[in-house]
């Protein structure tokens, strides 16, 4: 089954405390993204990659680290997560954003105390 | 920078129409429409690219106005399952991977 999946779906951490949100897609798919939502803000793109090695910051990059090493990966790291940071985190994947469709994960919900 | 969508809310009976509709303030290379509903994902309905067609998805279609910066998704006769919130994607550099979406507009049809 064509899929984005996300690992873990719900993490509740303390400030100051690394994470890695992991996000996987099995379309190999080139074009991936990452995004938060919060309420009445909408999704808001955090980092976007366009191809394997290919990384570029969306329209909220603060706080937050990508890579892509292999086609099939994107996640998102967290150095030193901080309240503000608390929000739902969305992946996606496309294979081409230009003309084709955008497929979302389950979403991760994190909560910073 | 973010489109603005209007209406922010709508309530529908089944069977009637709504439009929603993205505007931006900058030239619009392609605009993206999707459909969140409670607790899930955002599900991808259309994209409507510069020069290219109106696109329609069941009863579900979409208009781009380059000249107004302008994108209105049209929903007909609205059934149940369109209950949701939309939002519109709008990417101004063409094939980037940079999208900005709108706050989105939040849709409830009632029996």
């Known amino acids: ?113 | 920078q973010q489109p603005v969508q209007s209406p922010q809310a709508v309530i529908l009976r089944e069977g009637e129409d709504a439009v929603i509709n993205c505007s931006s303030s900058k030239a619009l290379y392609s605009v993206h429409w999707y459909r969140q509903k409670h607790g899930e994902a955002p599900v991808f309905l259309m994209i409507l690219l510069k020069g290219g067609e109106q696109k329609g998805h069941e009863k579900i279609s979409a208009s781009f106005n380059e000249k107004k910066q302008q994108s209105s998704l049209y929903l007909t006769a609205s059934q149940l399952s369109y209950s949701g919130t939309y939002f519109c994607g709008t990417d101004y550099r063409g094939n980037t991977g940079k999208l900005i979406f709108g706050q989105g507009t939040t849709l409830q049809v009632k029996p």
Not at chain 1, 5 to 34: D, F
């Open chain 1, 1 to 113: 089954e064509a899929q984005v999946t996300q690992n873990p779906r719900y993490l509740i951490t303390v400030t100051g405390k690394k994470l890695t949100v992991t996000c996987s897609q099995n379309m190999n798919h080139e074009y991936m993204s990452w995004y938060r939502q919060d309420p009445g803000l909408g999704l808001r793109q955090i980092y976007y990659s366009m191809n394997v090695e290919v990384t570029d910051k969306g329209d909220v990059p603060e706080g937050y680290k990508v890579s892509r090493k292999e086609k099939r990966n994107f996640p998102l790291i967290l150095e030193s997560p901080s309240p503000n940071q608390t929000s739902l985190y969305f992946c996606a994947s496309s294979s081409s954003l230009r003309a084709d469709t955008q497929y979302f994960g389950p979403g991760t919900r994190l909560t910073v105390l």
